[in-house]
């Protein structure tokens, strides 16, 4: 059974909220009417790192999970889409999944970006979550992480270990291409989908995107760079596990031995 999944390259204004949800909406519509079963949105995405991120922070179902709801009705089809939470007195980087019956589940970005000043110390101004966070879609076990967690090795390797099939990687930041997925994905028989903000961030600075999605063995399925769009690709997850089970860079390894 394949699964159709959507990657959505948004190109995010920050502080413009209702101009980013307005954006991603008619991609979500565009993935909806292309038969997409999953469409990924990048990691922020109603805010960005605007001035006022923190003031325009929403809950988990909040205006833009109830948009992408509404939206959703009639159909099968699933959002997974960023956004600076706001819980209680709490701010958190988190990935909200949708469905036409509302949110279906909820991770909060673990390893908190530090090595900056201003509103990319996340450190500063955000709670980091304290788990990883699986689901299923059509079936398939998957996992999701954002931006800085995907830099730590372990993190894909964990989700592996959970015996997810499927890697959902929301990014906001200058870039993150498939010359940054391909090792991950073919190391760790993962099949990845990764999302990334495009235009100009807060700081005048270009992201240029390379939204993906990348096959278990590293192939490239699809990408796109330096503009808004909406890139689809089909997979086959029914044969990752048994992937893994024969790939060297997995199957041979002794974690009693790792400190």
């Known amino acids: 059974m394949t699964i159709r999944i959507g ?25 909806v009417r292309r038969g997409a079963d999953i469409i990924l949105f990048p990691e922020g995405m109603p805010t960005g790192y605007g001035a ?9 179902d909040g205006p833009t999970g109830r948009a992408f709801q509404s939206l959703l009705q009639g159909c099968d089809t699933l959002v997974l889409f960023g956004l600076v939470e706001r819980d209680g007195d709490g701010l958190y980087e988190a990935a909200v999944l949708v469905g036409a019956g509302g949110v279906v589940a909820h991770y909060r970005k673990t390893h908190l970006w530090w090595d ?7 450190t500063e101004h955000l709670t980091a979550g304290e ?7 059509k079936g398939h076990k998957s996992g999701v992480m954002i931006c ?9 390797r964990s989700y592996a270990n959970l015996g997810c099939v499927l890697l959902f990687w929301l990014n906001m930041r200058g870039s993150r291409g498939h010359a940054e997925v391909k090792e991950l994905a073919r190391k760790n028989s993962m099949i990845v989908a990764a999302s990334c903000n495009c235009g100009t ?4 600075r270009l992201c240029r ?14 990408e796109i760079w330096d503009r808004q769009g909406l890139i689809v690709a089909d997979v086959d997850p029914t044969g990752v596990l048994e992937a893994r089970r024969a790939n060297p860079s997995y199957t041979g390894r002794r974690p009693e031995l790792y400190v």
């Open 7 to 31: 990657v959505a390259q948004v190109e995010t204004v920050p502080d413009d909220v209702e101009g980013n949800r307005d954006k991603a909406l008619g991609l979500a519509r565009e993935g």
């Open 52 to 60: 006022r991120f923190k003031e325009l922070a929403e809950p988990a």
């Open 116 to 122: 900056a000043t201003g509103v990319r110390d996340e």
């Open 131 to 137: 788990k990883l966070v699986t689901f299923p879609v």
């Open 148 to 156: 800085y967690d995907g830099d730590f090795p372990e993190m894909t």
């Open 201 to 204: 961030d807060e700081g005048g």
């Open 209 to 222: 995107g390379g939204s993906n999605v990348t096959d278990k063995d590293g192939s490239l399925l699809a």
